[in-house]
């Protein structure tokens, strides 16, 4: 692994500071769980910088406010997993975040830093979706709220422009009637998702209202499933109607064949997880 | 007061939990430089050029040996040479070493390593077994492709076949796996005096690690010493490869005259190491309406990779398997190891079984479904049992506990009941419970009959303490309190005082290699031939002492009596004070040479191995029929051992092995790109069972004595994952009704058949 230096940022103003002064290729190190192991693949090209955040306290609460949650970028997933309030308001959310990586990892990786990675599989993603939340981007120059849906653009790849921190994540403080994240795995647990489903959505008078759907690892980024969700606006959760979404999201996502699985398995599998969620949402009910 | 048969803490506990293990990367020397390996980047070519002058020229290179720089023999000796050290004119495989550097730094080195340029002129190459096969492939070796053939042939297979109601055939292919030690390979090797180098590593087979540095340096044996560090697991892994480490790093220290270091990061270990060999077998078996086997014909094809390292014997040992545990007077059997351009594959715990006994404990399975007996019955009505022989004609003698491992696994597990409570599930959520029966054939026998000797070095020092050394290697598997255990029952003193100093090639002569579930009998015995001179000699101090004839003196509880009155005694401690007094030579070699094996080429008959290990596995498994996704939810696992020197220790190799098995059978699985490059060479993508993975593991020990080992034990540590993946595989026919012939059953193969089915 090369060696490589580390600037620990003191504040939110020394990192602006360093901004202004300009820095070539700089990277934020929250947990490190993946710049880490892009540093030791040599996956960065030399010279860069690495800020060490991680000491931002600033940036590690979570707050309930009346018309948003605001979490912190440097929130682990452990700190969200474990969460009873967020658990009542977005279980989709603390479900994704129960499933990172092992104990070890969760207690070190943050949610900034999973949104941050820009992966398509990364867990936290999808329920940040389902449930519309933006990202509040900062840098020496200004500020912006970015919705989530439209931050990524590749595998890896963001609008955010480099100097620029992800503050914190905020989310509608809306209740919804159920939620839930499942996700498949090549073993079960310490697993990057092969594919996820993140389901969130409400009730009137029996049928489905609102209901957003998200899939993680089928697509170039998080995409939702709006068609799916269209069809199931207004409708009874009944088995056929169960059935039908799920022959709907199948056409929906566009997935490929690597490492993890199979174009083919990971195309039947949207289905799969769908009808399951709708099922326990049956269920619960 | 026996300590055999208790389970005593292991020696190497508190080191291990405490962190004080000190592994061959803690290690360090002053002046030590650090080596990094370059490896190719062409999966098969002839090498055109190898440019070294930019590597030279990086601060703190100290020397670049490519295999011009060889004094010796470029050839790693294994079974047959044809491995080099580093590669001559042509790479075989992508990750093939070529050149090593040694540096004051790692940075050093490793900036070193990627400005050494190789130019090569690509090869066509072979990628698979059919592949490597086809008359018209490309020859990866001058003698051809295929590394080695065996066979078997007893009686008359087409009469068998003739006399049969059924014959079933089939085809079923496994894949790579890879040891996944914990501790990835290293090796430190340090000039010593008058031209001599001593070796320190992680490794399993010291004696082949001290062949491998005297080939490559051209220097004799005597001016070799090798020290085996604290060894963080083999499985196989490290028994033929780490010759091919030590060769480089001996050659390095050996041209600076500086200690050099070579330890290898996970994808350095990955592409380079030896790994399970992929198979391909054609299994054909007859038997009558009664479920008795009357004919089989096996084609067995394993992928030997670039190299045949051990390739020969692993083929030869799943020969010698594989027509299962069973009776069956009728056998053909085919086996070729073929050449790919595929890292080569070694030994692994199993060593050439799991492949074939996969295809047979299928093919019994479909028997037993097609003649509707149950699968446990099928196994128990064709089971070899005292009497009986093998497919290569050896007569079984003694302690054959096969039986007894199905039956008490099948009582154990609740097989009657839970076969049809599982038929009962109709949803999505299916449950299935399978059965296996396999036997393992104990040490090299026939096979490695060169080997089949050990020594042993007993010492008592002036306190009454003792020191044991031996040339088998402890890598986790227990052996240094197996053997720690004997010696103080040997002696008659406390588990406590025994210490079995670190592997050393001066202490004993060649022992041997620690594989083959070996250590237990051959160093057991060594160290028991070794206590039973040392207490002749105690004899006569011990009768002196205590006027009473010591034929009727029991040595116990560190104690000697007077068996007929216990009360007449002397402390171990004052008879070896009176002994040192008496300037009595209490240290000394012990020897054992294994019984007797042979074993006829031509018709592939002979008494093979000298005793065999019997295990029965019952697996339950969990399958989601809309994701394919297979969960065990327990394992019953019965073995014949012999006798259990410890009984937790042979619990622990039976939960890793079943561990290993479900990662065998579900998960694990090495991918290649087209080129042939190796794409998951590490952790975060080849997939290993984690603890939830894991199953309910419920281990039974059954002991059949053999009376040729110490206290009846045969050997143990490979057994137990051998049948592991058939049992889980024919736990998901019994929970799904679909067949799987091509391990590892992942939800993308598994879910496309059921779905075919739906
Ligand atoms: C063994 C293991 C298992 C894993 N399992 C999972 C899993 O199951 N699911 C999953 O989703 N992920 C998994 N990961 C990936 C990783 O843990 C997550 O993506 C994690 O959330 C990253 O957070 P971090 O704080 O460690 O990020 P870091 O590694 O510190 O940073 C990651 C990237 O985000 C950028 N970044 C970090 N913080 C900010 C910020 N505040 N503003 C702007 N950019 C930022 C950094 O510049 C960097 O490029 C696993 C990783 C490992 C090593």
């Known amino acids: 692994m090369r060696r490589f230096s580390v600037i620990r940022i003191r504040s939110l103003e020394h990192l602006f500071d360093l901004a202004e002064k300009g820095m070539t290729n700089p990277y934020f190190l929250a947990g490190g769980t993946d710049l880490l192991i892009k540093i030791k693949d040599d996956l960065l090209i030399p010279p860069f910088t690495v800020l060490d955040i991680s000491g931002l306290q600033e940036l590690r609460s979570i707050h309930f406010e009346q018309d948003y949650v605001r979490i912190g970028s440097l929130v682990t997933h452990g700190e969200i997993e474990k969460h009873p309030e967020l658990r009542l308001l977005f279980p989709s959310l603390t479900d994704a975040c129960h499933g990172v990586g092992s104990p070890q990892i969760r207690n070190r990786a943050t949610i900034g830093g999973n949104i941050g990675n820009a992966s398509p599989a990364a867990d936290s993603i999808p329920p940040l979706y389902v449930y519309g939340a933006e990202l509040h981007l900062v840098n020496s120059k200004g500020e912006r709220w970015v919705k989530i849906e439209d931050f990524f653009t590749g595998p890896g790849k963001t609008i955010r422009n480099p100097v620029e921190i992800i503050k914190e994540i905020r989310i509608p403080a809306e209740k919804r009637d159920y939620g839930t994240y499942l996700r498949l795995g090549q073993r079960k647990a310490l697993a990057i998702s092969k594919i996820s489903l993140a389901l969130a959505g409400k009730k009137k008078n029996g049928s489905m209202e609102d209901v957003k759907i998200a899939l993680g690892a089928v697509g170039p980024t998080v995409i939702m499933a709006v068609e799916t969700s269209l069809y199931l606006r207004g409708k009874e959760l009944s088995s056929e109607v169960i059935k039908e979404a799920g022959n709907i999201i199948e056409k929906e996502a566009e997935p490929i064949t690597d490492l993890r699985s199979s174009k083919e398995y990971r195309k039947k599998m949207c289905s799969t997880l769908l009808v399951k969620a709708l099922t326990n949402w049956k269920q619960v009910a | ?758």
């Open chain 2, 1 to 758: 007061m026996s300590v055999v048969g208790k389970s005593v803490e292991r020696k190497d506990a508190l080191d291990k939990v405490l962190g004080l293990a000190q592994y061959v990367d803690d290690m360090h020397f002053d002046n030590m430089l650090i080596a990094k390996g370059v490896y190719s980047k062409e999966t098969y070519g002839k090498i055109i050029s190898i440019d070294i002058s930019k590597a030279e020229r990086v601060k703190g290179v100290v020397k670049i040996v490519t295999s011009k720089d060889i004094p010796g023999e470029n050839l790693v000796p294994i079974v047959r040479k044809d491995m080099p050290f580093l590669a001559e004119d042509v790479v075989r495989y992508y990750g093939e070493p070529v050149a090593y550097v040694a540096a004051e730094t790692i940075e050093a080195a490793e900036e070193a390593v990627k400005l050494v340029h190789i130019q090569y002129k690509p090869l066509e190459t072979v990628l698979s077994i059919e592949e490597s096969i086809k008359e018209k492939a490309p020859k990866i070796h001058p003698h051809g492709n295929i590394h080695k053939s065996y066979k078997i042939r007893k009686g008359d297979v087409a009469r068998g076949f003739s006399e049969a109601d059924i014959i079933i055939e089939n085809e079923y292919r496994t894949p790579h796996q890879e040891h996944s030690y914990l501790e990835t390979n290293g090796m430190l090797a340090v000039p010593a005096y008058e031209g001599g180098i001593t070796v320190y590593g992680s490794m399993q087979c010291p004696f082949y690690v001290q062949e491998g540095v005297a080939n490559i340096l051209n220097i004799p044996l005597n001016k070799v010493r090798i020290v085996q560090t604290v060894t963080g697991g083999g499985f196989g892994g490290k028994e033929d490869i780490p010759s091919l480490y030590a060769g480089n790093a001996a050659l390095l220290a050996y041209l600076t005259g500086r200690p050099v270091k070579l330890v290898l990061t996970r994808e350095e270990d990955f592409f380079t190491s030896s790994k399970r060999h992929p198979s391909l077998i054609k299994y054909k078996t007859g038997a009558r309406k009664d479920g008795t086997l009357t004919a089989i014909e096996v084609t067995y094809y394993l992928d030997g990779g670039a190299y045949s390292t051990l390739s020969p014997i692993v083929m030869w040992r799943g020969l010698i398997h594989a027509t299962g545990p069973y009776r069956c007077e009728n056998v053909r059997v085919d086996s070729h190891v073929v050449a790919t351009n595929r890292v080569h594959c070694g030994a692994f715990r199993g060593f050439g079984q799991p492949q074939v006994i996969f295809a047979h404990e299928s093919q019994m399975d479909i028997l037993a479904d097609k003649l509707q007996i149950d699968p446990a019955e099928i196994r128990r009505i064709n089971a070899v049992n005292v009497g009986d022989e093998t497919s290569t004609g050896q007569k079984l003698e003694t302690s054959v506990g096969l039986l007894e491992t199905i039956e008490k696994s099948v009582d154990k597990s609740e097989w009657q009941q839970k076969r049809s409570i599982y038929e009962q599930d109709k949803g999505d959520k299916r449950r299935g419970i399978g059965v296996s029966s396999c036997f393992y054939g104990v040490s090299l026998g026939a096979g490695g009959r060169k080997y089949e000797r050990s020594g042993a070095y007993v010492e008592i020092n002036r306190d009454s303490s003792v020191n044991v050394a031996v040339g088998t290697t402890e890598m986790g598997q227990g052996m240094r309190t197996v053997l720690s255990q004997i010696t103080a029952d040997a002696l008659g003193v406390k588990y406590e005082d025994i210490y079995i100093v670190p592997v050393d090639s001066t202490r004993v002569p060649d022992s041997g290699p620690t594989v083959a579930s070996r250590a237990t009998v051959m160093s057991g015995n060594a160290i028991r031939d070794a206590c039973r001179q040392l207490k002749e000699r105690l004899g006569k101090v011990a009768e002196e002492m205590l006027k009473i004839p010591r034929e009727v003196l029991v040595w116990d509880n560190d104690e000697v009596y007077f068996k007929q009155n216990p009360s007449v005694k002397l402390t171990f401690k004052s008879v070896i004070e009176e002994a040192y007094k008496r300037d009595v030579h209490l240290a000394t070699q012990g020897w054992f040479v294994a019984p007797y094996t042979t074993f006829d080429e031509e018709t592939g008959q002979g008494w093979c191995y000298f005793t065999y290990v019997y295990s029965t596995n019952v697996a339950e498994v969990e399958v989601d029929m809309t994701t394919g996704i297979v969960t065990v939810l327990k394992v019953t696992a019965a073995h014949d051992l012999g006798k259990a020197i410890n009984p937790a220790l042979v619990e622990g190799q039976i939960q890793g092995g079943v561990v290993q098995g479900i990662g065998y059978a579900l998960i694990e699985n090495l991918l290649y790109d087209k080129s042939g490059k190796m794409i998951n060479p590490n952790f975060s993508t080849y997939i290993i069972p984690t603890s939830v993975d894991t199953a309910v593991i419920d281990p039974i020990i059954v002991e059949h004595i053999y009376p040729d080992g110490p206290y009846g034990a045969k050997g143990f540590g490979e057994l137990p994952i051998i049948g592991v993946a058939p049992a889980i595989v024919n736990a998901v026919f019994h929970a799904t009704g679909v067949r799987m012939k091509e391990l590892p059953v992942t939800p993308e193969r598994l879910f496309s058949v059921i779905g075919e089915k739906k």
